[in-house]
């Protein structure tokens, strides 16, 4: 059973930062990789980043690259979503995921961000 806790959503003005946060624990051990997706009203869940978590190697869909990075801290357990100059279409759920046995196969229970014009 892996537990997965985001933080840090909310509202910010177009041109502003965020940061998410995400906890893991319960049976972790083989971690993977941890990422975030996100999906907007009406549309389908979408990938926005992931990272490795033996080798820290990141991952970005092309919208978000150069804006976005993604951190691990293996220590902790967590993952962070730096997301700068965000934009109205930045608009979303954010949903922590961890690759534990298979690809994305624990995912939290989600966060808004909203980013208005």
């Known amino acids: 059973q892996v537990r997965l806790m985001e933080s840090g959503g909310g509202l910010v003005q177009a041109g502003g930062s965020l940061k998410l946060s995400c906890a893991a624990s319960?049976?972790?051990?083989?971690?993977?990789?941890m990422g975030w997706f996100r999906q907007a009203p009406g549309k389908e869940r979408e990938f926005v980043a992931r990272?490795?978590?033996?080798?820290?190697?990141?991952t970005f869909a092309d919208d978000v690259k150069g804006r976005f990075t993604i951190a691990r801290d293996t220590a902790k357990n967590m993952v962070s979503l730096q997301m700068n100059k965000l934009k109205p279409e930045d608009t979303a759920v954010y949903y922590c995921?961890?690759?534990?046995?298979?690809?994305?196969?624990?995912w939290g229970q989600g966060t808004q961000v909203t980013v208005s014009s």
């Open positions: 995921t961890a690759s534990i046995e298979t690809e994305y196969d624990s």
């Open positions: 319960g049976n972790i051990f083989s971690m993977i990789a």
């Open positions: 990272i490795s978590w033996r080798m820290g190697i990141t």
